[in-house]
């Protein structure tokens, strides 16, 4: 399936129009409509914000290679498995706060973690939210699912560190 084939999927199965999507996402309907007709490729951050804002995760990803040429699944590992139950209450405590789109990356999302890892969860920011908010947001997030969590702005990523990242990315 293509990402034009996702895009007009997700919005067809929530009713909506190119234009209310674009709106949900913060795009102009011409761009969904070069996405869906496959004029353009979005970007997978694009891709996510599309299917997200028509009421669907997105669940795309790579998976890391252990030794002996299994796969590790995303959530696998040690913090992972401690994570896996405050997934859904965590969502929608940032849903209901006004923070979009998160996602994991690193350790935890490539099933490579380790008992001391924490969890590196990727947003997008509400309008308006300061330095404390970000940290009680931090503190929430830790005390769902009672580990260390890195909570990262995506706008505050450079872009060598997004492209690094983006290959990691697990819807939370």
Do not use: C, N
């Not at 949900?24 to 891709?47: H, M, N």
């Not at 040690?78 to 405590?93: L, N, S």
């Not at 209901?96 to 999302?109: D, L, N």
């Amino acid at each position: 399936m293509t990402a034009a084939d996702t895009i007009r999927d997700a919005r067809g199965r929530a009713g909506l129009t190119q234009a209310e999507l674009g709106a949900r996402a913060g795009l102009p309907q011409s761009a969904v409509s070069a996405y869906e007709g496959g004029v353009k490729d979005p970007s997978t951050t694009v891709l996510a914000r599309l299917v997200e804002a028509a009421g669907f995760d997105l669940a795309l990803g790579l998976v890391a290679r252990q030794a002996g040429g299994r796969s590790a699944a995303a959530f696998s590992g040690p913090v992972g498995r401690r994570v896996q139950p405050g997934r859904a209450p965590a969502r929608a405590w940032l849903r209901t706060h006004g923070f979009g789109s998160p996602q994991v990356f690193g350790s935890v999302s490539r099933g490579d973690d380790r008992d001391d890892s924490d969890l590196d969860v990727l947003v997008d920011l509400p309008d308006g939210l300061g330095l404390f908010g970000l940290g009680s947001a931090r503190t929430e997030l830790e005390s769902i699912f009672g580990v260390p969590v890195d909570l990262v702005p995506r706008g505050s990523l450079k872009s060598e560190v997004a492209a690094r990242v983006s290959g990691d990315l697990v819807s939370l």
